[in-house]
């Protein structure tokens, strides 16, 4: 399967601030799922997406897929200091359900 | 319900020695995952077991690691004669189902250090 490119690599932010990080893929996607792995610890499911142009919301958390399916973002409204973390978007590895993993993009919040 | 156990959390080992890692999936699911993470890097897949049946090793070094989930007993990833670029965290993750797609329910990980 394709990689998934996530851009920023790193992002700091000062708390309240917005927070956007990006997935993209030269390839169309099935569906993109997004995790959050805190500083130490495991990665842990946030939400999957799989419409073409679905938008879904979790709180402060805003998760987009992309009409043509090969983009993706995640947006967080007013930072705090407990979003701190690295969030990976993971693409399909084939139809086995392993998954792809971007590089991730690293939030630091600054209080 | 406990979630995905890991064993042991930290693990040293010396150049040339074996490490063994173990997983036990969350309670209901018979599906495994194995990934490696480098430090600053996202997770690779290396594994996906059944069972008793490896269903996808494409991820895997095609020498020194092996990986088994039996019958009875957690799933294990086995590396031998391990080198310094071994070290990583090894994740492993389980679902109720295979086949895409699927959220995946990580454990804790278990970090490698090779001396």
């Known amino acids: 399967g394709q990689q998934v490119m996530q851009i920023p690599q790193y992002q700091h932010v000062q708390e309240g601030e917005d927070f956007t990080t990006y997935c993209n893929s030269s390839t169309t996607l099935s569906n993109i799922q997004w995790y959050k792995q805190r500083p130490g610890g495991h990665p842990v499911f946030l939400i999957q997406?799989?419409?073409?142009?679905e938008v879904k919301k979790q709180k402060r958390l805003t998760f987009q897929f992309g009409e043509a399916k090969k983009n993706s973002s995640l947006h967080i409204t007013a930072t705090q200091t407990t979003d701190v973390g690295t969030y990976f978007c993971?693409?399909?590895?084939?139809?086995?359900?392993?998954?792809?993993f971007g590089k991730g993009t690293k939030l630091s919040v600054k209080p | 319900n406990a979630g995905v156990m890991q064993n042991p959390r930290h693990l040293v080992r010396r150049r040339g020695q074996e490490a063994r890692l173990r997983c036990s999936p969350m309670?209901?699911?018979?599906?495994v995952y194995w990934y490696r993470q480098l430090p600053e890097e996202g997770l690779k897949f290396m594994v996906y077991l059944q069972k008793e049946n490896i269903i996808d090793e494409s991820g895997m070094p095609k020498e020194r690691f092996s990986a088994e989930f039996p019958k009875e007993g957690p799933s294990i990833l086995r590396i031998q004669q391990v080198v310094r670029g071994d070290s990583a965290a090894y994740f492993c993750?389980?679902?109720?189902?295979?086949?895409?797609?699927?959220?995946?329910?990580f454990g804790p990980g278990t970090r490698l250090t090779v001396l």
């Open positions: 997406l799989v419409k073409s142009g």
């Open positions: 993750a389980s679902s109720p189902t295979g086949g895409a797609p699927n959220e995946q329910f």
């Open positions: 309670k209901g699911h018979s599906h």
């Open positions: 993971a693409r399909d590895g084939g139809s086995q359900g392993n998954l792809i």
